[in-house]
Every structure is written in structure tokens, then in C-alpha cells.
Nanobody, 129 residues
Framework: QVQLVESGGGSVRAGGSLRLSCAAS????????MAWFRQAPGKEREGVAA????????YYADSVKGRFTISQDNAKNTLYLQMNSLKPEDTAMYYC??????????????????????WGQGTQVTVSS
């Protein structure tokens, strides 16, 4: 059973930066797609960024391209999301997700919440203007 634990959320002013971490354990397959999602009050869960752990493919929502960077440290089994130039509209609960795969995902699949079976509890990010 894959377990995911997020950390690194907090409050920051617009234009600031945060780095989220997701510690993963319980892997039983050699490769996964791992992703960050976010959900603001009253809104649907939105895919932010995803990465295929078996290769170098990354996927980003248009709203965060050029500002957010997803990365992984395989030795530490940790997923990261570096968030720069934060905006008030980035305020949300951020979730880490994982799903086993052999690769070849489309961007729609990789950033679609319905495809993932493993989820963390979330970490809150609040950006003030």
C-alpha cells in the first residue's frame, strides 16, 4: 500500500515562494506517475503538475507553467513542487497523488484526479495579496 505524506505548506505573500514535499513509501512497482493537485474551497480538485518516475516526462497545468517545477528524489522517495511567483489564486489545499504505470500517459490523464488511487492528506498553501 502506497502511503504519501505532504509537507511544506504555509502562508506567503504574493510573489513569494514555497517548496512542497511528498514523502512516499510502500512502493510495489518500479514506476509510477506522481502528481500534485490542489483544491480551493468550493472548487473542483485541479491537477497542477505530474511526473513519470520511470523517465523524464513532466506535465503542467497552463496556470502554473513557468512558475512551478515538479521534481523527484528517487533516493529519498520524495516528490517536490517548487512554487515561485505565487499568486493569491494559488491558495488551496495541495495534495500529492500516485498511480502505478508503465508510462505513456497523456497530459489529460496525468493531470486528471480520477486516474489516481493513492492520495496524501494535503498541505495548505495560502497566498496573500
Amino acid at each position: 500500500q502506497v502511503q504519501l505524506v505532504e509537507s511544506g505548506g504555509g502562508s506567503v505573500r504574493a510573489g513569494g515562494s514555497l517548496r512542497l514535499s511528498c514523502a512516499a513509501s510502500g512502493y510495489t512497482y518500479s514506476s509510477y506517475c506522481m502528481a500534485w493537485f490542489r483544491q480551493a474551497p468550493g472548487k473542483e480538485r485541479e491537477g497542477v503538475a505530474a511526473i513519470y518516475t520511470g523517465g523524464s516526462s513532466t506535465y503542467y497545468a497552463d496556470s502554473v507553467k513557468g512558475r512551478f517545477t515538479i521534481s523527484q528524489d528517487n533516493a529519498k522517495n520524495t516528490l517536490y513542487l517548487q512554487m515561485n511567483s505565487l499568486k493569491p489564486e494559488d491558495t488551496a489545499m495541495y495534495y500529492c497523488a500516485a498511480e502505478q504505470t508503465a508510462g505513456g500517459m497523456t497530459a489529460i490523464q496525468a493531470l486528471g484526479a480520477g486516474w489516481y488511487n493513492y492520495w496524501g492528506q494535503g498541505t495548505q498553501v495560502t497566498v496573500s495579496s
